[in-house]
Every structure is written in C-alpha cells, then in structure tokens.
C-alpha cells in the first residue's frame, strides 16, 4: 500500500520576504530620521539652557555683589562702586567691619569682560582673575546718578548700577539660521545698593 505524503506549502515566496524585507527598511528608516531628528533637538535645547544658566549665573552673582557695594560701618574713605569704561567694574565694601578695605579679602572685586575670549572675569582682592562666565558676546555697565543721568567717571556719585550681559551657544544649531547658526540670550538688572548714600 502507497501511502501518500501530505507536505506542508504554507510558506513564504521569494515575492513576499522581498516584499516584507522593503517594508521594514522603510519602518527603520523611518525609526532612524526620527532618532536623529530628536537627537538634534535635543543637543540644541541643552546648548540654550547652558547658555542661559550661564547668563543668569553671572548676572546673580554680580548683581547681589553690587548690592553689598559701599558698605562702610567704620565710615573708611573708599568708593564703593568704580567703572572703567562699560566692561569693567570694581565693588568694594567693608564687610568684616575693620576699618578699611582689606587687600587680600573679598572686600574689593573687580568684574571685567574680555572680548578677545569672550570671558567675564572675576577678580577678588588681589588675586589673578578668574573666568565667571564663558561664550559672552557683551556686557556693560551703566552707572547712574542720583538725579539718573548716566556717569562713568564720578563714582561717589554713583547710585544705581545696570548690568546687561549677552551671551552665546557653545556650538551653532543648523536650524537656525540667524547669526552663524548661534542662539543669543541677554539678560539685565538694574541695582541700587542701598550701602551708597542717596
């Protein structure tokens, strides 16, 4: 007796694993752009928080320095604020209430802007200058009198101090096309150190 093979047919033609191997080329394809895509956005939002946490960084320091600007209690003969042109500018106040304004302290403090580096430096007592912020592409100090007319050169007449700070992305973004590619955040405040006299 013959006994007859029943042999299973139920698989794939060449047609189909070609058919199936372009579609799913075309869902990693699809998958790859978007990884990418993200990735793109992803590495240019981090640029502009670093930046922005780079601006706000230096102006809350500088601004809360400038604050502390004058204080006197022993009455010692010394300006509280100094400006040197727009970029650069010298804090003093006596905070450990000896008479005077010690020179290794942090009781005098120069911020300047470098433009070649593109730093804002910080400089304390007599020390070397240190980098405060990285990627600034401006900052300028403002002086105002009492009556608020800008000074630059008469500091005991000082009584407001502006600052606005501008800075850049580390790297430029491909997406924007403004300035080379590079983001731009500027940040301002305007103080009034309570310690200068009104």
Known sequence: MKCSENRNTGGFTLIELLVTLGLGMVVLATVTTTFMSQTRFYSAQEQVNEMEQNARGALDLITREIKMAGYNPNDASFDGVT????????IKADLNAVSGI???????????????THQITRTVGGGAAEVLADNITAVTFTCYKADGATTTTISSEIRQVKVEITATTAKPDPNYSANGGYREYTVSATVTPTNLAL
């Not at 400006?83 to 010298?90: A, E, M, R, Y």
């Not at 010690?102 to 070649?116: C, K, P, Q, R, V």
């Open 83 to 90: 400006v040197s042109g727009t970029t650069q500018l010298q």
């Open 102 to 116: 010690e020179i290794g302290g942090n009781e005098n403090i120069t911020y300047a802007y470098d433009n070649s």
